[in-house]
């Protein structure tokens, strides 16, 4: 009976245990699911909490689209800008001094800088009432003006007076209208690089040009001349090109084929009865040495 009992104590004992121990886990489950939810929103939220994220939300959705509606904005004014500076129009004109690389090759780079000098002074004074040259790329000077009337009011003077100047050879001019994209002080662009091939086109004491700087030119009673269609380096398709009289025409017959100086020359007379004239016994000998090297003026 002694035994019995003490089993029926144990027992108890461990059912009670076993409630304390269950009981215990019950309320630690509680006390991990109560942090859980303090940390998280419950799916079951009041409409309190949803009509505040909801708010707050639209409101964070409205503030992007007015930033995104803002940068749109932003780029299509930039686009527009840049549509407008590559409409702008100018004239562009490129001259440079036809012999200047055998005047170096003759008679040496300090004679050369000597003549680029005279020449740089002369655009000089001819831009003083107006934009100075874009740049200077060697012995050739790149300008911009905003219409052909004032380019040829600008080349006429300066183009007659480097004609007259003893000093310097004849120079090669091209010029042509349209727009062109302004950046950083320079331009770019289609228009620019057609001026740039017909002044490598033009013959020593030639100004070549497009279609709207010869109207402005013959509107004014300039000279003018038709070439017809020509087809430019690197340009697709032919252009149609003119000749204007700014200053007196050389006489192709009478251009030192070196430095391209105009003939007669006061300080040289033609050694040979006849063939190209020369503005020294230095050009005469370089032409006798290598007349392959020396285009005849045409």
């Known amino acids: 009976m002694a035994l019995s009992g003490r089993f029926h104590i144990a027992i108890a004992h461990g059912v009670s245990y076993l409630v304390y121990r269950f009981r215990q886990h019950d309320f630690l489950r509680k006390q991990r699911h109560a942090r859980a939810d303090f940390f998280r929103v419950p799916p079951h939220r009041s409409s309190f909490q949803r009509g505040f994220s909801q708010v707050a939300s639209e409101a964070n959705a409205s503030e992007n689209a007015a930033l995104l509606g803002s940068n749109l904005r932003a780029m299509e004014s930039d686009v527009r800008q840049r549509e407008n500076l590559a409409r702008a129009p100018a004239t562009v004109a490129f001259i440079d001094i036809a012999g200047f690389s055998a005047i170096s090759d003759v008679y040496g780079d300090a004679a050369a800088l000597d003549v680029l000098e005279v020449f740089e002074s002369m655009v000089g004074d001819a ?33 007659q007076a480097c ?13 042509n209208h349209g727009p062109v994209v302004r950046r950083a002080g320079d331009l770019f662009g289609s228009t620019v ?76 007379s033609r050694a040979a009865p006849e063939g190209p004239w020369f503005c020294s016994p230095q050009c005469e000998e370089a032409y006798r040495r290598s007349p392959q090297t020396y285009t005849l003026p045409r």
């Not at 100075?132 to 060697?138: F, L």
């Not at 690089?193 to 030119?217: D, F, H, K, M, Y």
């Not at 697709?236 to 017959?253: F, H, K, M, T, W």
């Open 193 to 268: 690089n057609i001026a740039a091939r017909i002044a490598a086109l033009a013959s020593p004491g030639q100004l070549l040009a497009t279609q709207p700087v010869a109207e402005a030119a013959a509107a004014r009673g300039i000279l003018v001349r038709d070439l017809g269609m020509v087809a430019l380096r690197s340009v697709a398709g032919e252009v149609a090109l003119y000749e204007i009289e700014l200053a007196p025409s050389a006489d192709p017959a009478w251009i030192d084929p070196v430095c391209k100086m105009h003939a007669p020359y006061s300080s040289y």
């Open 127 to 159: 831009l003083s009432d107006y934009e100075p040259p874009i740049k200077w790329i060697g012995d050739e000077a790149m300008l911009s003006f905003p219409e052909p009337g004032t380019a040829i009011q600008v080349l006429g003077p300066l183009l």
């Open 163 to 175: 004609r007259k100047e003893p000093r310097l050879p004849l120079t090669r001019t091209g010029l």
